[in-house]
Nanobody
Framework: QVQLVESGGGLVQAGGSLRLSCAAS????????MGWFRQAPGKEREFVGA???????YYTDSVKGRFTISRDNSKNTVYLQMNSLKPEDTAVYYC????????????WGQGTQVTVSS
């Protein structure tokens, strides 16, 4: 199984950028579809985007063109580059790993807070 640790969150002004990292241990990130999720106060957790084992990426509509997911196999790390941030992007961001045999994300990090001020 894989262990995931997010980092890189913080406070940023609207229009700014942040890059979140998800460092994995135990297994390679290339063994999974790696997803990013977020949860804002009082709201349900929502899917942000993911990178497949083959390197394909897909995103929820609200972040398309602003967020980019990438993977560095040598560092066993997945990244979420967030540009043109908006106050509505404020949330705790989580990375998660989905094995091929599962329809669910089975492994989760602890989350990192992103706050975007207006």
């Amino acid at each position: 199984q894989v262990q995931l640790v997010e980092s890189g969150g913080g406070l940023v002004q609207a229009g700014g950028s942040l890059r979140l990292s998800c460092a994995a241990s135990g297994r390679s990130v290339s063994s999974y579809t790696m997803g990013w999720f977020r949860q804002a106060p009082g709201k349900e957790r929502e899917f942000v985007g993911a990178i497949t084992r083959s390197g394909g990426t897909y995103y929820t509509d609200s972040v398309k063109g602003r967020f980019t997911i990438s993977r560095d196999n040598s560092k066993n790390t997945v990244y979420l580059q967030m540009n043109s941030l908006k106050p509505e992007d404020t949330a705790v961001y989580y990375c998660a790993a989905r094995p091929d045999y599962s329809r669910e994300y089975a492994y989760w990090g602890q989350g990192t807070q992103v706050t975007v001020s207006s």
